[in-house]
């Protein structure tokens, strides 16, 4: 596996509970599972190119990935609010 496939999955990750868990949590509204599914491919293929791209030049890529995660957290990545403000919201900060 390479180095940018763990962040990259993490992002997926992420992104995927701020949809299903906590954008449901703090707007009280049904979880948008069709966002969830979505995903999936966009993760995959995400991993996909950025191991390709980690053959030519392995630090760019395994930053890019990590810039994603941190990318991920701070602004909304689907349909919801982004991951921060839907956090913050749930446990009332």
Do not use: D, Y
Not at 14 to 27: M, Q, V
Not at 58 to 77: K, S, T
Not at 82 to 91: F, Q, S, Y
């Amino acid at each position: 596996m390479a180095a940018s496939t763990g962040p990259v999955i993490v992002a997926g990750a992420i992104a995927a509970a701020n949809e299903a868990l906590f954008a449901p949590l703090a707007g009280g509204k049904a979880a948008n599972w069709g966002s969830v599914i979505r995903l999936v491919p966009v993760t995959a293929g995400l991993a996909i190119a950025l191991a390709l791209l980690e053959r030519a030049a392995p630090q760019f890529a395994v930053g890019l990935a990590w810039l994603l995660v941190a990318g991920v957290i701070v602004f909304p990545p689907g349909h919801a609010p982004g991951v921060l403000a839907n956090v913050n919201k749930v446990m009332g900060l």
